[in-house]
């Protein structure tokens, strides 16, 4: 059974920094993407930023580059998302995910294993 547990949430002012860390347990899979994904309030989730088997970096969300960087250790079977110069749309629910395929979906459909997800608020 795999297990996904996001931490390192929190509240946060604007412009701070905040960083995801994103550990799993469990099966293991010939190729795989590990995606960070976020929901805000009456919104749907949307793809946030993955890497591919290859260490490929894609982002789903234009404001976010430059200020976000997603890396990943295998060896450690983490996945962290460096945040930095938060603003008040950052706030959501981040959610760590991972894919059978080799590259990120920006489909939350396609991820199979999911973390419950944890608050990132920024405060003006």
């Known amino acids: 059974q795999v297990r996904v547990q996001e931490s390192g949430g929190g509240l946060v002012q604007t412009g701070g920094s905040l960083k995801l860390v994103c550990i799993w347990t469990g099966a293991r899979f010939g190729h795989y993407a590990l995606s960070w994904l976020r929901q805000a309030p009456g919104k749907e989730r949307e793809f946030v930023a993955g890497?591919?088997?290859?260490?490929?970096?894609?982002f789903g969300v234009d404001a976010v580059k430059g200020r976000f960087t997603v890396s990943r250790v295998d060896a450690e079977d983490t996945i962290t998302l460096q945040m930095n110069s938060l603003q008040s749309e950052d706030t959501a629910v981040y959610y760590c995910a991972i894919t059978p395929n080799c590259s990120p979906s920006r489909f939350a459909r396609d991820y199979i294993h999911w973390g419950q997800g944890i608050q990132v608020t920024v405060s003006s």
């Open positions: 890497i591919g088997c290859w260490g490929d970096t894609v």
